[in-house]
């Protein structure tokens, strides 16, 4: 029973890193439309969205600690941890850069466009490596039964 726990959280953690990343993912068409105050006026709706990163990588370490330890799906919860991590070096690698370039997008360089691109495109492949990450974990614990 205790396992089952442990999977249950696991599968709450990945499904609650996939809330925001899900916004930005369906978000994205309108926003890609936006001239450049408006665009800047709607990031600044994020102020405080990186606390919620502490689900990612929650989500990530119960995932590989699952694997780690033998749970009866461990190659599940081993590609979930992998694929968290991925959408984690995938927001370092692209969007935080974006973040860093425009002081979290409250100043506006002439490359706003091509950032704003950046950003965008980055945090859609982080939504779907975070959904084949949530996918895995169902599987994992629908295949504990």
């Known amino acids: ?17 996939l809330v925001p990343a899900g916004a930005h ?4 068409a309108h926003k890609l ?8 006026i709607a990031q600044g709706l994020y102020n405080g969205w ?7 990588i929650a989500a990530m370490i119960l995932n590989a600690w699952l ?6 799906s ?5 590609a979930a941890a992998l694929l968290l991590a991925a959408a984690l070096a995938n927001f370092f690698a ?4 974006a973040n860093q370039a425009t002081r979290n997008w409250t100043s506006q360089p002439e490359n706003w466009e091509l950032l704003r691109r950046q950003w965008e495109y980055s945090h859609a492949v982080g939504a779907v490596l975070v ?3 949530l996918c895995a974990v169902v599987v994992a614990v629908l295949k504990r039964g």
């Open 94 to 97: 692209f969007t935080y850069p």
């Open 50 to 56: 990186a606390l919620l990163g502490t689900f990612m």
């Open 1 to 17: 029973m205790r396992g089952l726990y442990w999977q249950g959280l696991a599968l709450v953690l990945t499904a609650l890193a």
């Open 131 to 133: 959904f084949a990450a």
């Open 25 to 28: 993912l369906f978000e994205m």
């Open 67 to 72: 694997a780690w330890r033998g749970a009866s």
């Open 33 to 40: 439309g936006l001239g450049r105050e408006a665009y800047f």
């Open 74 to 78: 461990r190659a599940w919860h081993g």
